[in-house]
């Protein structure tokens, strides 16, 4: 292989819970695409086989890393130089088919990295993952709570949103910066997934369509029904929901999200859409 035809790193990125992980699986089913596997780590993140930037873990984990200053990294971070570039590949390369065309690593932090991963590697790609902040919400106290009982890690839906919330926010200042990008709304992958995938298979510029039977629409449906039930007032969620409404209804709407319909959103910022490949 010479080096024109040398396999691209593709990023992933997205919050936890908002799709990155059935996203990176379909990808890594196209042959020309070899996603991280059999690493022994958690969803095969490649941060948690890299030893030269923090892991989400390091400023609190899923809904609060973001809100850590340190967590956006940039082309001006002391981390980007070649030697990191270079070790970063060498904890990754053993988990990938190296003849694929694109190598896939898929790690949540990458929203809020693009610009320091872009640095170490020029020719790379990136695909983000956007989901409803009140779903992510409610999939992420799921989870935390299924995960660990310590009460430390205790998080109001209100508080996730508001991590949604700033991370997007680092996120939309960092776009101008990024050359190679695509961004997916999850509501549209799973409602059209062979749409969205012709999408992404034109800004990766495969010959092949990318298959898409890995790809569930109903994922977010009980997050809907808590949602829809918390606008009882007797609901012990209803509290939650008022607040999110009052804080943030704003925000969220401003990203084309509402908060009576969590299974859709709306154009939102007419610069989201791919940038070459």
Not at 113 to 138: K, T, W, Y
Not at 213 to 231: F, M, P, V
Request: charged share 20%; hydrophobic share 40%; with cysteine.
């Amino acid at each position: 292989m010479n080096e024109t035809d040398a396999p691209r790193l593709l990023f992933v990125g997205g919050l936890h819970r908002s799709g990155t992980t059935p996203l990176a699986r379909t990808l890594a089913t196209h042959p020309d695409i070899s996603g991280l596997s059999g690493t022994g780590v958690r969803e095969d993140e490649g941060q948690h086989l890299q030893r030269v930037y923090p892991k989400a873990k390091v400023y609190g984990g899923s809904g609060r890393f973001a809100f850590d200053p340190r967590s956006h990294l940039t082309e001006a971070s002391p981390l980007v130089t070649p030697e990191n570039a270079d070790l970063l590949r060498q904890a990754w390369d053993p988990y990938w088919d190296l003849s694929a065309r694109y190598l896939v690593e898929k790690s949540p932090p990458n929203l809020v990295m693009g610009r320091f991963l872009q640095a170490l590697f020029p020719d790379s790609s990136m695909i983000v993952v956007i989901r409803h902040p009140v779903v992510v919400a409610l999939s992420n106290k799921k989870w935390r709570k299924m995960l660990s009982s310590d009460p430390r890690r205790f998080q109001t839906v209100s508080s996730l949103v508001q991590h949604w919330v700033t991370a997007h926010r680092v996120f939309l200042q960092d776009l101008p910066h990024l050359r190679r990008l695509h961004v997916v709304h999850y509501e549209d992958l799973v409602a059209d997934p062979e749409g969205e995938c012709a999408r992404i298979s034109a800004f990766l510029q495969l010959d092949a369509p990318i298959p898409t039977g890995t790809l569930s629409a109903s994922a977010s449906r009980q997050y809907e029904q808590w949602w829809d039930q918390w606008a009882s007032w007797w609901r012990p969620g209803h509290w939650q929901r008022r607040v999110i409404e009052a804080r943030f209804g704003e925000d969220l709407a401003s990203f084309g999200y509402d908060l009576d319909d969590l299974s859709t959103h709306r154009p939102w910022k007419p610069d989201l859409a791919s940038t070459s490949a």
